[in-house]
């Protein structure tokens, strides 16, 4: 890093970006990449990308929840990066854990891709077949979608996205759901049919790409800065501040969609029981800066929500 200002050194990186090694996760590093060399004038050279498998990578046969959730896509970057051998993270935000270790900081957020889910194997929830098998370890995709469609039965889908496709097609399920933004970084964009998001709601911070570096290294907090997308960061620091606040983890099954216009955030949440037989909904705008309103919020939903629901919940 102490060349990192230096224009005669082109072939040293300035940065050093640690990634997943999925084809996903490496398109959001090659993301991440081209915004850092256009926005400060480098080659991708001054940028190191370097990869390392994370354990929700090697692990594929259980539900994450059950093996230790979020925390297995963020670990090993974690151990890398408060070692030094890399400067920053790259993440889906919504694979990253609501309470981060104080020695790491959020860097920058970049602008925020579609956060629709996509659903692979029919043409809307209505068409799918009665009784159909739905591939999905997601709690929020399975209780929404039994709340919608009780007749269907879930069966554990994990993977990344060629993995899940592979899936479908051999038969393990009729029907199963992906992130649009991830089958567009994939340039995928002509697979499945969006779900409305009036109809479906995503999950936190679906679509968002995060940098994250350590909080005492202001040089690499600095050059991040010039990234962040604003807008971007205020939609995905509320629907996190949310998660907080109801104490959500791997196994709640919770949709929130935070958007961002003008200074006002709008922002809608619901909470499901894991069987999709009890629902909880709220909405509320609020000012970008007012974290009392979203407090307010996620105790409301816990106080009207039916005991089936508090079960999987917890105020922090």
């Known amino acids: 890093m102490n060349d990192a200002l230096n224009p005669d050194r082109q072939s040293v990186p300035v940065l050093r970006l640690g990634t997943r090694e999925s084809p996903l996760a490496m398109a959001q590093a090659y993301e991440t990449r ?36 979020k925390a297995l896509w963020t670990k090993e970057l974690d151990q890398w990066l408060a070692d030094g051998h890399i400067d920053a993270s790259v993440h889906s935000m919504k694979d990253v854990e609501t309470l981060r270790p104080d020695i790491f900081t959020i860097g920058a957020i970049l602008p925020r891709a579609d956060r ?47 993995t899940r496709l592979a899936k479908l097609q051999a038969g393990e399920a009729d029907v199963t759901f992906l992130a649009a933004a991830g089958l567009e970084r994939l340039e995928k964009t002509g697979v499945g049919t969006p779900l409305d998001g009036e109809d479906w709601v995503p999950a936190a911070a679906q679509g968002a790409i995060g940098i994250e570096c350590r909080a005492d290294d202001q040089q690499t907090a600095s050059l991040l800065a010039k990234i962040d997308h604003m807008p971007s960061r ?83």
């Open 234 to 316: 205020a939609e995905v620091e509320a629907d996190r501040r949310l998660l907080a606040i109801l104490g959500g983890s791997c196994h709640s099954p919770v949709a929130v969609n935070s958007q961002y216009d003008n200074g006002t955030i709008s922002m809608r949440a619901v909470l499901f029981s894991p069987d999709g037989a009890e629902k909880i909904e709220r909405r509320a705008e609020f000012d970008v800066s007012d974290t009392n309103a979203i407090t307010q919020l996620g105790r409301e939903l816990l106080d009207k929500a039916t005991v089936g629901i508090q079960a999987h919940f917890g105020l922090s």
């Open 34 to 69: 081209r915004r850092l060399c256009e926005t400060h004038g480098w080659n991708e050279a001054q940028v190191e990308l370097v990869p390392v498998r994370a354990s929700g990578d090697k692990i594929q046969d259980r539900p994450l929840a059950e093996i230790g959730g």
């Open 116 to 162: 629709r889910d996509v659903l692979i194997g029919a043409s809307s929830i209505t068409m799918i077949p009665r009784g159909a098998t739905v591939g999905t370890s997601a709690p929020r995709r399975a209780a929404q979608l039994l709340n919608l469609r009780p007749d269907c039965r879930i069966v554990s889908f994990r993977g990344n996205v060629a």
